[in-house]
């Protein structure tokens, strides 16, 4: 059985693909932060011909970077406003980079609204172009179009709906282009999911929102029958945000063999290690280190997918004495890698034996969207905080809460009052919450359900609690 549970109503926002109870993907995002694909509006702040690129103040924390070569016509000028879109995200030693040669896309469509030609997908046969080209020389009436296979499939009405539609988001982002900071939003991770999955062989889409359930099943009519609502999605949803991270953020990953592979974070690459493990398999017909490779290989491509690993990854093999081998191995890895929808470059196996890959930077992975140092695999303060709104909303769905206690340490009781306040105003949570000083805490924080309000503001009458009142 395959169950997929949209969580939406957090800050960080999440899918979990289940089948059969066992995590098969996952897609995560915050909710405020700068998305692939976003349109922005920016000023060029430095122009550096050396680097034959400039830098533009998008309304970030941080300068974004602008190559020339993304830039129409080559050049551009201190103070100059520029509408652009996101290519990449910034990194702990990159800035994020940004292109003036803006795309919308639809599933069959791709928008450039500052170009005047249309191009039809290769994949489509030589009559299916010249109907498709007929088509859309009809719709297109500003800008230019790129068509892609799915649009051979497609009636005149419906690509007349899709190009209009990618139009007006062009009108809206026309409109506002004087404000600075971003315009238009990247599809959210959640409508690109859903536009992209199919609903064969999935059993339940649950959601842990009405109003998103509602409008899920407007946008996406052919998924409605599978989408439902759980009022008690947090406390029924398979995995908590701290099993998750001891899922994926573990060094150890024990494969379904008994061998194992260790995952390090490094600021160059990441190195992935293959080892026997406990192994133990005598009816196989291939030799031990191979089978253990194709395990590898699988959960490799897997882990590298849901931990959103980008960059270069080399991953270190048991000893193959074939290329035959290698080229299996590396053909087992292809395969899973093409679940991925995040482009990865398989380059080679290096004269060293291990396996080089590439896979393009989209988001943030999994340690920085959970808060986890990538090296020692410490919890930061914002991992806390993404637990406390997940417990706090199980309180939610239980109309016997009154209130809720939050205990911290006394030198981190201003954080953790500023963060619960914007946590409350998130989700308007119908109970009290109070916050009190825990010396003797041997975790972030500890979290108490009270049934009555009056018990606990009686203790504090009495001296017993020192507490302040939040929400």
Known sequence: MRKIYLQTKTAHQMIYDFEDGHLKNIKYQKAENLQVGDIVSGVVHQVDQRLKAAFVDIGQ??????????????????????????????????????????????????????ENSINISNKLNADEQVQLKEKLDQIVDHGGVVARTVAGQLSFNELKEQYT???????????????????????????????????????????????????????FDHLSHLIQYDRQFYSNKPISITELYEQLSNRHVKLKNGAAITIDQTEALTAIDVDFGSFKDETSKHPPYLDINVEAAKESAKQIRNRNISGAIVIDFLNMKTKREQQMVMNVFRDEAENDD????????????????????????????????????????????????????????????DCVLVEVEPHQIVNWKTMIEKIAYRHRFHFECYIGQNNSLHAPYKLYKIGDVNWLLSRQEEGQLNIDKVF
């Open 342 to 401: 995040v482009k990865v470059h398989v380059v080679g196996f290096t004269r060293l034996g291990m396996l080089e890959v590439t896979r393009k930077r989209v988001n943030e992975n999994v340690y920085q969207f959970l808060g986890v140092d990538e090296r020692s695999l410490a919890k930061y303060d914002t991992f806390s905080y993404k637990e406390l709104e997940e417990n706090l909303l199980v309180y939610e769905a239980n109309p016997d809460v």
């Open 165 to 219: 539609h990618l139009k007006s988001k062009w009108d809206i982002v026309s409109r506002h282009h004087q404000s600075k900071g971003v315009i238009l939003k990247e599809q959210s991770l959640f409508n690109q999911f859903l536009q992209s999955v199919s609903h064969s062989g999935v059993d339940k889409m649950i959601v842990d929102d009405l109003d998103k359930v509602q409008a899920f099943k407007q946008s």
């Open 61 to 114: 924390s941080d300068l974004a970077y602008l190559a020339f070569d993304q830039v129409y016509n080559g050049q551009v000028h201190k103070g100059e406003r520029l509408i652009l879109q996101v290519e990449r995200l910034a990194t702990k030693t990159k800035k994020a980079s940004v292109s003036s040669m803006i795309q919308l896309k639809s599933d069959a469509l791709v928008y450039l609204p500052l």
